[in-house]
């Protein structure tokens, strides 16, 4: 599976952004993914993760309200899209697949098996 992230950029606090994540090299529709972001000198963390169907998904409770996940399975590409955004959002987001699972793939990072090269998102003040 390879996974092609992009979207990311400059943005003021209280504004939007769409990440979008190309996949392709197996069946889209057949496992499950998800979104992480590393801010400087941070340890990367879950964002949001959806089901196969994109009708199940999670979201961490520090963007709970703001950010949507969701999936196009006829495009093979899955999205984040990111609202009312603070400057604590600036980071390097990841999109990332677990194959073997259909379902959550889980919070932690280990858990996915393959993951895109990353997206900078800077929100300024």
């Known amino acids: 599976v390879q996974l092609q992230a992009s979207g990311g950029g400059l943005v003021q606090a209280g504004g939007s952004l769409r990440l979008s994540c190309a996949a392709s090299g197996r069946t889209f529709g057949g496992y499950a993914m998800g979104w992480f972001r590393q801010a400087p000198g941070k340890e990367r963390e879950f964002v949001a993760a959806?089901?196969?169907?994109?009708?199940?998904?999670y979201i961490a409770d520090s963007v709970k309200g703001r950010f949507t996940i969701s999936r196009d399975n006829a495009k093979n590409t899955l999205y984040l899209q990111m609202n009312s955004l603070k400057p604590e959002d600036t980071a390097v987001y990841y999109c990332?697949?677990?194959?073997?699972?259909?379902?959550?793939?889980?919070?932690?990072?280990?858990?996915?098996?393959?993951w895109g090269q990353g997206t900078l998102v800077t929100v300024s003040s």
């Open positions: 990332a697949a677990d194959i073997g699972s259909r379902y959550f793939a889980g919070w932690e990072g280990h858990e996915y098996d393959y």
């Open positions: 959806i089901i196969w169907s994109g009708g199940v998904t």
